[in-house]
């Protein structure tokens, strides 16, 4: 299945949003918190990296993607074992292209909320002088 190129692009989007979801959203606190304790004080080398795995986004992206290949078929340019690899770090480049993006809206928002809060919070202050 020598897909086209856009189908990667859209494959991307459900890779960014689990993998951030996993990383970083609010919903997943917990078991992100013990994950990196887990990362921080094991012995082994090998269960600090899996650990480490469910706290970066980029690091668990590659394994979202993965199951993703696993699940489509999906091939880049060449119809075998090529066209996995292909696809699949094309596939991690533009959904975290699309984490990136999100991020720094993200940052953007909340600037301007506090920023706002604070225009307000001086508002009021004039207002009861």
């Given amino acids: ?37 887990k990362s921080n004080s094991c012995t082994s080398l090998w269960k600090r990296k899996f650990f480490y795995l469910f706290t970066c986004e980029y690091c668990f992206s590659h394994y979202v993607t993965l199951g993703m290949l696993i699940m489509t078929n999906y091939t880049l340019i060449f119809d075998d074992w090529r066209g996995y690899i292909i696809s699949g770090f094309s596939i991690v480049w533009m959904a975290n292209v699309y984490m990136s993006i999100y991020n720094l809206i993200r940052i953007d928002l909340k600037k301007n909320k506090i920023i706002t809060e604070k225009e307000e919070i001086l508002k009021e202050k004039e207002a009861a002088k």
């Fill in 1 to 37: 299945m020598n897909g086209p190129f856009y189908l990667a692009l859209i494959f991307a989007i459900p890779v960014a949003c689990i993998a951030w979801t996993v990383t970083k959203e609010e919903i997943f606190k917990e078991p992100r918190d013990y994950c990196i304790e």
